[in-house]
T-cell receptor, first 115, second 114 residues
């Protein structure tokens, strides 16, 4: 089925370990983004991309890196995991046009625990 | 700065009763507004969206929302809730006249009393 696929669904890391969360979409969407969801705080934007080779920071970018080498993939990297990064991570994609009215499609999330 | 406020953290309503979830936004230009629903352990599903035109928008699952510019509000309503409506609901606003870059409210958790 078409959509946004996130892997893994669950992961436990130790403090200081590195990790890449994968996100892939097969809808040829230009715009992709990563959010983290914490209790009582809704979803906060980490990084986003408006096309291959272009990325930018969102509200809470510290501790995370991204790259966008293809339209389909938008991995999120934690270089040195910290307990404060324990969260549920969501990837989303949409077409990107000014005045676009196409809403974002969300993946099912990755639940990450840092010990 | 742009922001979205959902003043109610948790609401409980009886099955069959009406529902209204509040959302206020702060954004200088014409906002793109959304309501998403998240069932436990799931991703987010779009309920409805507003871009322009008729200020009362209809969504899936019998939900509707009304955009009131004078009150900077976009409240979600349903005339009669079902037990399956128990979930977390997020209001969101799209920035820069685009549905792509959006910011979310903190969410309202809805519980249904049998």
């Amino acid at each position: 089925n078409a959509g946004v696929t996130q892997t893994p669904k669950f992961q436990v890391l130790k403090t200081g370990q590195s990790m890449t969360l994968q996100c892939a979409q097969d809808m040829n969407h230009e715009y992709m983004s990563w959010y983290r969801q914490d209790p009582g705080m809704g979803l906060r934007l980490i990084h986003y991309s408006v096309g291959a080779g272009i990325t930018d920071q969102g509200e809470v970018p510290n501790g995370y890196n991204v790259s966008r080498s293809t339209t389909e993939d938008f991995p999120l990297r934690l270089l040195s995991a910290a307990p404060s990064q324990t969260s549920v991570y969501f990837c989303a994609s949409s077409p990107y046009e000014r005045y676009s009215n196409q809403p974002q499609h969300f993946g099912d999330g990755t639940r990450l625990s840092i010990l | 700065a742009q922001s979205v406020t959902q003043p109610d953290i948790h609401i409980t309503v009886s099955e069959g009763a009406s529902l209204e979830l509040r959302c206020n936004y702060s954004y200088g230009a014409t906002p793109y507004l959304f309501w998403y629903v998240q069932s436990p352990g799931q991703g987010l599903q779009l309920l409805l969206k507003y871009f322009s035109g008729d200020t009362l928008v209809q969504g899936i699952k019998g939900f509707e929302a009304e955009f009131k510019r004078s009150q900077s509000s976009f409240n979600l309503r349903k005339p009669s809730v079902h037990w399956s409506d128990a979930a977390e609901y997020f209001c969101a606003v799209g920035l820069y006249s685009s549905a792509s870059k959006i910011i979310f409210g903190s969410g309202t958790r809805l519980s249904i009393r049998p």
